[in-house]
């Protein structure tokens, strides 16, 4: 199956859908200019795929641009019907879909890699692929490519508006900064360079991607 066929087959978000293509372009842009060695195919089909199952914790109203043009009514019975098949928890709703994908294990790994709890894990880590999956996905805010530091202060701005500021979020923003500085060393890239404009041509071949 492309990767277009599975997100039509899994009902998947047009916004989701451009989410994980841009996360993707990221990896992918890091990945040409990294000196380091990493599994590129593997990181690309784990960022197409990582996040399949986040309907079910998106609040529907919070961009209503993002519903149309079936609508809200249309998009709540699909996240109902992914609760009631996959459960609450949208990483193992994410996991059990690419299970029955048929993806390898090492695609599991990198998708497991990714979430901003996991940053200082992923800074620890010695495996490059998973540093640049999670780094891509800090990288895209809802409406494009982003640097790090606005991708945190959006991410921020949204939690602390439902009273949810913690000292962890500052930690775990810490790690993700020094993240990027072990990817970048290894560059001939800034992190500036990593851009929408940078990343939308890579994305045009993913819907076409085999799995």
């Known amino acids: ?10 009902q998947i978000m047009p916004n989701l859908q451009q989410h994980m293509f841009r996360v993707t372009g990221v990896a992918e ?7 380091a060695h990493v599994e590129r195919e ?14 079910i914790k998106f609040d529907l109203q919070y961009f209503p641009e993002f519903l149309e043009p079936e609508g809200l009514e249309y ?13 609450k928890n949208p990483h193992h709703a994410t996991i059990a879909i690419v299970t029955e994908l048929g993806v390898s294990d090492r695609i599991k790994e990198l998708i497991d890699a990714v979430g901003f709890n996991l940053a200082k894990k992923n800074f620890e880590s010695d495996d490059f692929s998973r540093k640049v999956c999670a780094y891509a996905d800090m990288r895209v805010a809802p409406h494009g490519v982003v640097s790090l530091s606005e991708r945190l202060e959006d991410g921020r701005k949204r939690y602390e508006a439902k009273g949810d500021h913690n000292t962890f979020s500052y930690v775990m ?10 990817l970048f060393e290894k560059m001939d890239i800034g992190p500036e360079d990593v851009t929408e404009k940078s990343v939308t041509p890579l994305t045009e071949k993913y819907p076409a991607l085999e799995l």
Do not use: P
């Open 1 to 10: 199956m492309t990767i277009a066929e599975i997100y039509q087959a899994y």
């Open 42 to 55: 593997n990181i690309l089909r784990a960022c197409l795929l990582h996040d399949m199952g986040n309907i």
């Open 173 to 182: 923003g810490a790690f993700l900064k020094k993240i990027e500085k072990q």
């Open 75 to 87: 998009w709540q019975q699909v996240k109902d019907e992914f609760i009631q098949k996959y459960g």
């Open 29 to 35: 842009q890091v990945c040409q200019h990294l000196q």
